[in-house]
Every structure is written in structure tokens, then in C-alpha cells.
């Protein structure tokens, strides 16, 4: 069963065989160029689904109540056990192609950072999958056990939410660059004569036929996105239990992710310039250990949350997070350090393009120096938006780059807590706060800048032990 | 009246309450000498891409000469204001639950370090540190790791000691 699964691995590369023939019949220049890459093409796939059968074949496991241990490798063999104790998650994930024939993927992750932390056991029966399950899940007192189970809280994304949180994606722009990506890619391989062709047929075409097609393709990928925005996160689910969030999505790949939320050490709510206006908000998670793999489909606790549903949806959630109440707001004092730094780069750009068109002798060049404008109303959101408060034990800091971004951060989980301050921001009683937090893989930090020196020191003290 | 002035901009200038302790003040020697080294590396380097280099690829020879003035620039920074100002911010304090750190040459970055959150504490010398005696102490958080350069090499094996003692003592989750 696994080794026909394996197989259908490279289903998507006879797909692409396909389409390569059948364009190849459009023309005879065309079908010698489509040869060659068929050629090619054939003997990397002998190659890689040799290589996938020799790697499934030298892959064994067993597992026991408290371990699973793996033996794989073919030439350089590898033995590992996991013990239960030193798992951080296990999690399911299932593909159209896999419940076609009821199997799902099994990945097991440990602590730590890298491909070395996690081990994924592909093509499981159902079965097996719960028998592994529940050999890793931790012992429980038989008499907790049925109350450990039930959930504290469901939310669901409702359909048109759903649809919603689509549109609203940006994801278009993604596809967009795809598509130029690969257009770039395979540039050279057209054969000169066609794109002759091609050229000569855009010649003919007016102007504004092309604005339609390019405004057509655009509509085309945004669509697109949507429906796949739609199909992967479709159904999706969080439960909270007592100690682990249960996150559930998918149509075709079917997701289940368990975070402990010992894990758990930050909550980001990143508010993208298509949603903002429209009041929602994306919620991603920062999680300690777990491997590289699929770190994006772990880091993201919701993909569409009202703002002025967040303090119901986290006190039903999580409430170990609440929204600040009263944050503090930059000093005025500081809207001149955010305009001078949007507006110095902008503007030596635009000198520096003013030039280059000057020298081309293109008289317009100064109107480079619009570009201010945009850079301005950046700065001065930029300076609205810098926020920080302290909720008993939870730091919030509130920032913009493009998206606004809300960290809430517990103590516990703060690593460190940094201030810094140039000569100029000395001078002006202002400081940059910077709060580090454990994220896999490694660390990441999380920066206002130009609070006012009295807030940092609140700030400061708040996480000191030493109380003044 | 002027030193007045002087001594009040210098004032506010300063971030207020600076952890107590300096580092070894033989730091200063060990980087004026690494400053000086550096400055006789690039020194050449920029007199060649001046004299030839710019030559060759057909810069304009303004870039030789910009080259040449910023490698002179170096010397007095890499070997005495650089030096000078970074003795002057580093500073640290370990106490019984946290420590901090504070550096800098024109930012000044402060670190607060909770010692439930150190991971491990190590120590490095590299030759002309060793030469003068002195360690370089880094403490490892989770995500983050704070040098601080130029200790006595006793007084280093000590801190790593006090802090490794120190740290972890609490069970709290990561």
C-alpha cells in the first residue's frame, strides 16, 4: 500500500508531463523544444522515484506503549526512539490522495530545531495512526481522564468569514509573482521564433487591450487565490482543552495540530493593510521547539478574527492573553524620529532617480519627490500606531511596519527585555524597546521604537525583580 | 560656563542608572591594538584600490580618493574614539535574580536578563585577549545571547560559576 502511494508522489509530475505534450502539438519547433524537457524531465523522475522506493524501503518502525523507534537510512542508517516524555506534539495530516486510499501522515515532533526535531511517518492506516496516538499520549489517572477530554471551547470560521478572510488575503499578489517567477524561469527555453511571434501579434494589439488582459490575468490569480485560500482553509476548527489548543482545517489536505500550551510563547495579531480597514485581523502563534517543516501552518492560530471579536474569542480561547485596556501611547515628540527616518531614505531615492532620468534627459524626474507624500502618512500612522502597556503580567507592544502588529507577550516567556537609545534619542528622552521571546526555529524580537524614556522605564521595571 | 553646558549635555546623554560594574580597563588596550591592526590591513588595501584598481575599472578617481579618506578616517576611530566610548557604556551588574548588561559605541543597548531564563553561561579568549589576560563571558538565554568581553580570566571563571548557580533554579515552563 505504501509503496503505491510513494509512487503517487510524483502524480504532479506526470500531470505536468501532460500539459507539456499537449502544448507541445500546437507547433513543430515548439515539439522539439517540449522533447528535450519530456527527456529530461522522465529521467529525473526515474531518479527520484528510485530514490523514494529505496527510502521507503529501508524505512521501519515500531512502536510500544511510551516509544516509537525508527530505523531508516540506505547507506548511512539511522536508529532513533522517542520516548513519550520528550515528545512536544504529534499531529495528522491526510491528503486527497491519501484518504482516497485511508491513509494519513503522522508527524512526530520533539524538542529542539531543525529536521532533526521532527520525524514524519507517512502513509499510516487510520488505525495505526490512533494505535500510535495513543501509545505517545501521556499516562493519565484513569479518573481525570474523561474530564481531560471534553473541550472548554470550540470556535469554527464560518463561511462567510471564511470567504472573507479570503478576499482579503493578499494572496493574489503571491500567484502573481509565481507566475512571473516562473515565466522568468523559463524565458530562455522559448524558442526565439515564437516569441517573435508572440511580439508580433502584441504589436498589432492596442494598448488598452493589453490593460485588459493584464487587468483580466489579475482578477484571474486573485480569483484563484480565493478558491485555494477556501479549499485549505475550509472547516477550520479550534478547541481548547485544558491544556493543549486542537486546530483542524482543510478540505483536500486535512490538518489536525496540537500545541501544548506549555509551548506557547507569544500571540501576534497582525492586522494586513487589505484588512485593517475592513476591522479583521490574522492571529499567529510564536511556539517553542517542533521542527522546520510545516512551521507555517503551526504558527497561524486563525486566519480571519474580527478585532472587536478578540476579547471574546481570546477570553473563550485563550485567556491567557487578554487585549491591553489603556496602552500608552509615543510621545509627540517622536512623530519627527518616524518622519525622518520614512522620509531620509525616500527622499534620497527619489534625488537619486531625479538624477538618473535627468541624465536620460526625462524632464519629470522631480516628480520622484511625490513618493514623500505616501512616506509621510507611513510615518505619521507609524507614530499612532507604537503603542506599549503592561496587563498585569503581560507586555504588550504595538507596532507597524506595512501590517500593524500586536504582541502580547506573558512574562514567563520573555527572554530578555532590551532598551536601546542613539545619542539623538538620548538627547530627546527617548528609547527603543526590543523584547525577545522563544520562537522555533530560535529566537525572534519584537521592537517599538522611540517610547518615551519614562514608559521604558516603567516597562523595565515592571520586568525587573528589583522594585524600586 | 561652558564647562557647565558641556557637563549637563553629557548628562543627558547618559541612559540613566547605569549598571555598576566596569570591565576590565586593559579592554581599552586590546582594542586600540585590534583597532591598529585593522587600520594597517586596510590601509593598503585602500592605497591599491586607489592606485590600481580604480584605474583598471574605470571608476571615477573620486572613488579612489574616498576610499583612501575613510581608511584614514579609521585610524583614528578604529584606535581611540571607538575604544574610548565603548569602555565607557560597557557596563554590567550580576545580582541574585537577574543581571544586566549594558554596551554600545553609538546606540546604547541595555539588557535586563532574568537568571530563571539563562541557559548556559560560557566563556571564550581569543589570542591577544588571552594575552592580556582577559575572557570574553556570553550568557545564553533561550533566544538570545549577551557577551560581555574583556573580563580578568579569574573574575570570568567566577561569574560563570555565581551565574550558572544562579540560573535555572526555577521550574517554570520554557
Known amino acids: 500500500m505504501m509503496m503505491v502511494f510513494e509512487a503517487s508522489r510524483s502524480a504532479p509530475a506526470f500531470i505536468g508531463l501532460g500539459f507539456v505534450t499537449s502544448i507541445s502539438a500546437l507547433s513543430a519547433s515548439l515539439a522539439q523544444f517540449a522533447l528535450q524537457f519530456i527527456s529530461v524531465f522522465l529521467v529525473l523522475m526515474l531518479i527520484s522515484s528510485v530514490f523514494n522506493s529505496l527510502n521507503w524501503a529501508f524505512f521501519w518502525y515500531r512502536h510500544e506503549p511510551g516509544y516509537v523507534h525508527i530505523h531508516r537510512g540506505v547507506l548511512f542508517k539511522s536508529e532513533r526512539s522517542i520516548k513519550r516524555e520528550r515528545v512536544q506534539s504529534v499531529n495528522v495530516y491526510t491528503n486527497i490522495l491519501q484518504r482516497a486510499i485511508g491513509l494519513a501522515t503522522l508527524q512526530i515532533k520533539t524538542a529542539g530545531t531543525g529536521t532533526e526535531a521532527e520525524v514524519n511517518l507517512r502513509a499510516l492506516t487510520l488505525d495505526e495512526v490512533e494505535e500510535i496516538k495513543a501509545n505517545l499520549k501521556k499516562e493519565q489517572h484513569p479518573g481525570i481522564e474523561a474530564a481531560e477530554e471534553s473541550e472548554q471551547a470550540v470556535h469554527r470560521l464560518d463561511g462567510k468569514d471564511l470567504w472573507l478572510a479570503a478576499i482579503t488575503s493578499g494572496r493574489f499578489l503571491v500567484l502573481f509573482s509565481v507566475a512571473a517567477l516562473l515565466f522568468s524561469q523559463l524565458f530562455p527555453y522559448v524558442p526565439d521564433r515564437m516569441y517573435e511571434y508572440a511580439l508580433e501579434l502584441l504589436i498589432d494589439v492596442p494598448v488598452t487591450a493589453i490593460a485588459i488582459a493584464v487587468v483580466l490575468l489579475f482578477l484571474l490569480s486573485w480569483a484563484l487565490s480565493i478558491i485555494s485560500f477556501v479549499v485549505q482553509y475550509a472547516r477550520f476548527t479550534i478547541r481548547r482543552y485544558e491544556d493543549r489548543l486542537e486546530i483542524t482545517w482543510g478540505i483536500l489536505k486535512q490538518n489536525h495540530v496540537t500545541v501544548g500550551l506549555n509551548r506557547l510563547q507569544a500571540l501576534v495579531v497582525k492586522e494586513g493593510v487589505l484588512r485593517q480597514p475592513l476591522g479583521l485581523s490574522t492571529l499567529f502563534i510564536e511556539v517553542a521547539g517542533g521542527g522546520a517543516e510545516g512551521q507555517e501552518q503551526i504558527s497561524m492560530l486563525h486566519p480571519l478574527v474580527r478585532v472587536k471579536g478578540l476579547p471574546d474569542f481570546l477570553g473563550a480561547i485563550l485567556p491567557e492573553y487578554r487585549v491591553p485596556s489603556s496602552p500608552v501611547e509615543l510621545p509627540p515628540r517622536s512623530l519627527r524620529r518616524y518622519m525622518l527616518r520614512a522620509m531620509a531614505p525616500t527622499a534620497l531615492f527619489a534625488a537619486g532617480a531625479w538624477a538618473v532620468l535627468a541624465d536620460l534627459d526625462i524632464g519629470i524626474g522631480w516628480a520622484a519627490f511625490a513618493l514623500l507624500l505616501p512616506a509621510a502618512v507611513l510615518a505619521v500612522s507609524r507614530h499612532g500606531n507604537g503603542k506599549t502597556s503592561i496587563n498585569g503580567n503581560q507586555l504588550t507592544l504595538r507596532f507597524r511596519d506595512l501590517n500593524r502588529y500586536t504582541v502580547l507577550i506573558n512574562k514567563p516567556h520573555l527572554q530578555s527585555l532590551s532598551i536601546l537609545a542613539n545619542p539623538f534619542q538620548r538627547y530627546n528622552d527617548l528609547r527603543t524597546v526590543e523584547a525577545a521571546v522563544l520562537s522555533s526555529p530560535g529566537g525572534k524580537s519584537f521592537r517599538v521604537k522611540d517610547v518615551d524614556a519614562e514608559e521604558t522605564g516603567r516597562l523595565w521595571e515592571w520586568y525587573s525583580s528589583r522594585k524600586a | ?174
Open chain 2, 1 to 174: 560656563m561652558t564647562q557647565g553646558v558641556l557637563d549637563r549635555l553629557m548628562d543627558r546623554l547618559r541612559l540613566e542608572n547605569e549598571p555598576e560594574e566596569r570591565i576590565d580597563p586593559r579592554a581599552w588596550k586590546v582594542w586600540t591594538i585590534a583597532g591598529a591592526m585593522n587600520f594597517v590591513i586596510l590601509l593598503p588595501l585602500a592605497l591599491a584600490f586607489d592606485r590600481f584598481i580604480v584605474g583598471l575599472v574605470n571608476l571615477p578617481p573620486l572613488a579612489g580618493t574616498a576610499a583612501l579618506a575613510l581608511a584614514l578616517a579609521y585610524g583614528p576611530w578604529g584606535m581611540a574614539i571607538a575604544p574610548w566610548l565603548r569602555m565607557r557604556f560597557w557596563r554590567y551588574e550580576v545580582r541574585e535574580k537577574e543581571m544586566e548588561i549594558q554596551h554600545g559605541i553609538f546606540i546604547i543597548k541595555r539588557h535586563l536578563i532574568p537568571m530563571v531564563r539563562v541557559q548556559h553561561v560560557d566563556t571564550e579568549h581569543g589570542p591577544l585577549m588571552r594575552y592580556f589576560g582577559l575572557a570574553t563571558l556570553f550568557v545564553n538565554t533561550a533566544a538570545t545571547r549577551f557577551p560581555i568581553p574583556a573580563l580578568p580570566q579569574g573574575r570570568a571563571e567566577e561569574l560563570r560559576g555565581e551565574i550558572s548557580a544562579l540560573a535555572g533554579v526555577s521550574d517554570e515552563d520554557v
